[in-house]
């Protein structure tokens, strides 16, 4: 039984065989078309208060680069925006292509960026975030996009340095005193709708906020993540790249911006 992944044998046309939410009407990530979006004036202000201290580990699962957080206690929080209390941050990912004209999960008028941040929370309400993941509002996730542009990123160094420590499958190292608010573009201004994980099990628990703002990183930080493995040590090479699953079938669901 293969796992599920992102090659033609268990990739995102396969995941519905083993995760059937796959095929539900709440999936993501989507296409957001500019003239389908409401303006919707009573949406406020997101905020994201996180402590550099709660941060742990970062590892390479194999599928993506995740940094890990204590979610034990309301110690790193995001609130406000079209969510109802604060939901604590337990992750961060990416999803990056082949190359700079592809890689992120949502496409924003017919445009991909190269890659696509997650940090992920949950609502402390549902007890832990297994429950969570049964719930309509049990998980927000912050999505910042990644453009290639001449100036790196010097936020994006400390993720990039450990990658050296993490190039296969199952390596994960210390990762301490790191504050991802950092990584956040000047504005403020997003996109939010209901979904899911873009990953199985593919539960529609998800308040996605997107960031309507991309944050650029050279050439060289997109070939540093691009040398990622997703093989284990003493396997054959295998490049991690195009971790992302393709826009799925909107179904009906409005997108609202706290823009104009
Ligand atoms: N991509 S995503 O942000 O939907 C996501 C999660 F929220 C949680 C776990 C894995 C994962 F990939
Ligand atoms: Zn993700």
């Known amino acids: 039984q293969s796992v599920w992944g992102y090659d033609s044998e268990n990739g995102p046309e396969h995941w519905h065989e083993n995760y059937p939410m ?148 199952g390596k994960e190292a210390p990762f301490q005193h790191f504050d991802p608010s950092i990584l956040f573009p000047k504005s403020r201004d997003y996109w939010t709708y209901h979904g899911s994980f873009t990953t199985p099990p593919c539960e529609e628990c998800i308040t996605w906020i997107l960031l309507r703002e991309p944050i650029e990183v050279s050439p060289d930080q997109m070939a540093r993540l691009r040398s990622l493995s997703k093989n284990g040590e003493n396997e054959p090479l295998c490049p991690l790249v195009d971790n992302w699953r393709p826009v799925q079938p909107v179904k009906g669901r409005i997108v609202r911006a706290s823009f104009k």
């Open 22 to 169: 796959a095929k539900g009407d709440k999936q993501s990530p989507i296409e957001i078309n500019s003239k389908d979006v409401q303006h919707d004036s009573s949406l406020s202000a997101w905020h994201a208060s996180y402590d550099p201290g709660a941060a742990k580990t970062i590892l390479n699962n194999g599928r993506t680069c995740r940094v890990v957080f204590d979610d034990t206690f309301d110690r790193s929080v995001l609130r406000g925006g079209p969510l109802t209390g604060a939901y604590r941050l337990r992750q961060l990912h990416l999803h990056w292509g082949s190359a700079d004209d592809h890689g992120s999960e949502h496409v924003i008028d017919g445009v991909k960026y190269a890659a696509e941040l997650h940090l992920v929370h949950w609502n402390p309400k549902h007890g832990n975030f297994a429950g969570a993941l049964k719930q309509p509002d049990g998980v927000a996730v912050v999505g910042v996009f990644l453009k290639v542009g001449k100036t790196p990123k010097p936020e994006m160094k400390r993720i990039l340095e450990e990658i050296d420590n993490i190039k296969t499958k």
